[in-house]
């Protein structure tokens, strides 16, 4: 399946029913120097579209959505003292994980190169 877009600029790469879930590089350069980030708790009960947390930069706070509902099964506590590493690599430095529950969510939303045309349009 590949990693999916959303138009608020999260991705999601699902591996079964498992997904993890991170902001987009056009997010964070948008964003600029993110300082602060605010996470879920593992076991969080994630609904598609409602919001699970902020990032904070120098220029805006914005918050997160989620891309899919399901529970939280793990949160990256690296963000926590370095949340910049967000600015570093959006894609290797997911946020959370979940527990899918229900995978076809995923398939509206956008693939890569639908992403990318939609980020140009902006």
Same mark, same amino acid.
């Given at each position: !399946? ?5 138009? =608020?600029?999260?991705? +999601?790469? &699902? *591996?079964?029913? %498992? &997904?993890?879930?991170?902001? #987009?590089?056009?997010a =964070? ?5 993110? +300082?602060?980030? /605010?996470?879920?708790? =593992?076991?969080?009960?994630?609904? $598609? ?5 902020? @990032?904070? #930069? @120098?220029?805006?706070? #914005?918050?997160?959505? #989620?891309?899919? %509902?399901? @529970? +939280?099964?793990? +949160?990256?506590? &690296? ?17 959370i994980? $979940?527990?899918l529950?229900?995978? &076809? *969510?995923? *398939? %509206?939303? !956008?693939?890569?190169? =639908?992403? /990318?045309?939609?980020? /140009? %349009?902006?």
């Amino acid at each position: !399946m590949g990693i999916k877009f959303t138009d =608020q600029h999260e991705w +999601v790469e &699902a *591996e079964g029913t %498992s &997904a993890c879930i991170g902001i #987009s590089d056009y997010a =964070q350069k948008s964003l600029g120097d993110i +300082v602060f980030i /605010e996470l879920p708790k =593992q076991g969080d009960k994630l609904e $598609i579209g409602k919001e699970f947390g902020t @990032v904070e #930069s @120098v220029k805006a706070v #914005s918050e997160l959505y #989620s891309p899919a %509902s399901g @529970v +939280v099964t793990d +949160v990256n506590r &690296a963000l926590e003292d370095a949340p910049e590493l967000l600015n570093e690599d959006p894609y290797e430095n997911w946020i959370i994980k $979940i527990e899918l529950d229900d995978k &076809a *969510e995923l *398939e %509206s939303l !956008m693939d890569k190169d =639908q992403y /990318e045309k939609f980020c /140009e %349009s902006l």
